[in-house]
């Protein structure tokens, strides 16, 4: 099935410690997109990249990393940095306009 | 950059009455209005989208108007059913070329139907 695949679903980090979320998808897309959801506040953009070996930060990248090694796929590092890290992080590839999303990874720090 | 404000926050309607959604834009650029229902611990769904050259589309039960020149666009669901509970966001981009085309999302409405 073609679809983009966000593991692990549920995740514990300790503070201090940096995380990686991963994303994989096997739809061709070019464009990858990571979102972070808090309720009440929709979906924010982290980090983005439109082709591989190239990203640009979103509106609220302080304390995350990434990298677009392959088309594939587009890991995102929750850095030691991150203040407030406890969230629902979204992972999105883009054909042309339409945006899909993987399952979501739960982040929570212990 | 973009902003896209959605009202209301909840909403709750009894089953086969109609709900409306309504989202706000900010610039004028964006050209692409797409519509996403998320359940629990889900990620979100495109459910139906809209673009700048088109006023309205229909999708069986849900529907979506655009007024470009006031900034908003609202999305409509007639008959609901439980089934139709979840979270909805919309969201707004510039499919522009050379740009790189960003979603930017509303703050989500949360849509209960009761029976």
């Known amino acids: 099935d073609g679809g983009i695949t966000q593991s692990p679903k549920y995740l514990f980090r300790k503070e201090g410690q940096n995380v990686t979320l991963s994303c994989e998808q096997n739809?061709?897309?070019?464009?990858m997109y990571w979102y972070r959801q808090d309720p009440g506040q929709g979906l924010r953009l982290i980090y983005y990249?439109?082709?591989?070996?190239?990203?640009q930060k979103g509106d609220i990248a302080e304390g995350y990393s990434v990298s677009r090694e392959k088309k594939e796929s587009f890991p995102l590092t929750v850095t030691s940095a991150q203040k407030n890290p406890t969230a629902f992080y979204l992972c999105a590839s883009k054909r042309s306009t339409e945006a899909f999303f993987g399952q979501g990874t739960r982040l929570t720090v212990v | 950059g973009e902003n896209v404000e959605q009202h209301p926050s909840t909403l709750s309607v009894q089953e086969g009455d109609s709900a409306v959604i309504k989202c706000t834009y900010s610039d004028s650029a964006s050209n692409y209005f797409p519509w996403y229902k998320q359940e629990l611990g889900k990620g979100p769904q495109l459910i139906i989208d809209i673009r700048s050259n088109v006023g309205e589309k229909k999708d069986q039960r849900i529907a979506v108007t655009l007024n470009k020149t006031a900034k908003h666009f609202s999305l409509h669901i007639t008959e609901t059913q439980p089934e139709d509970s979840a979270v909805y966001f919309c969201a707004a981009s510039s499919s522009n070329t050379g740009t790189a085309s960003k979603l930017t999302f509303g703050t989500g409405t949360r849509l209960q139907v009761t029976l």
């Open positions: 739809l061709n897309h070019d464009a």
């Open positions: 990249s439109q082709i591989v070996n190239d990203f």
